[in-house]
Nanobody, 124 residues
Framework: QVQLVESGGGLVQAGGSLRLSCAAS????????MGWFRQVPGEEREFVAA????????NYGGSAEGRFTISRDNAKNTVILQIESLKPEDTAVYYC?????????????????WGQGTQVTVSS
């Protein structure tokens, strides 16, 4: 079964850091651009970061610039989102997604495979 599984979320104090991981099953991530999105209940899903198939290009959403780092290890079939200096407004469910394209994309409709999400809660 093709699936993406996120891990690494949790409760953290403001100013702390988290490392979110996305692991794939029955899916070779090197064939996909990978992205991270986040969503707060009642709000639209927000683009966080994306990385191209080769890992050579990364794009970030406005709220993620400077504090978030996306990386990938195609040999381990995983994608990482490192988050520093967490803020309460970073609280959301974070989703990993795969898009069958070469270049990084911020558009959710480009992504055809989604994980179930991991909750990140930042306390003030």
């Amino acid at each position: 079964q093709v699936q993406l599984v996120e891990s690494g979320g949790g409760l953290v104090q403001a100013g702390g850091s988290l490392r979110l991981s996305c692991a794939a099953s029955e899916l070779t991530l090197s064939s996909y651009t990978m992205g991270w999105f986040r969503q707060v209940p009642g709000e639209e899903r927000e683009f966080v970061a994306a990385i191209s198939r080769s890992g050579g290009t990364a794009n970030y959403g406005g709220s993620a610039e400077g504090r978030f780092t996306i990386s990938r290890d195609n040999a381990k079939n995983t994608v990482i989102l490192q988050i520093e200096s967490l803020k309460p407004e970073d609280t959301a469910v974070y989703y990993c997604a795969a898009a069958p394209r070469w270049s990084a994309s911020s558009a959710a409709f480009d992504y055809s495979v989604w994980g179930q999400g991991t909750q990140v809660t930042v306390s003030s």
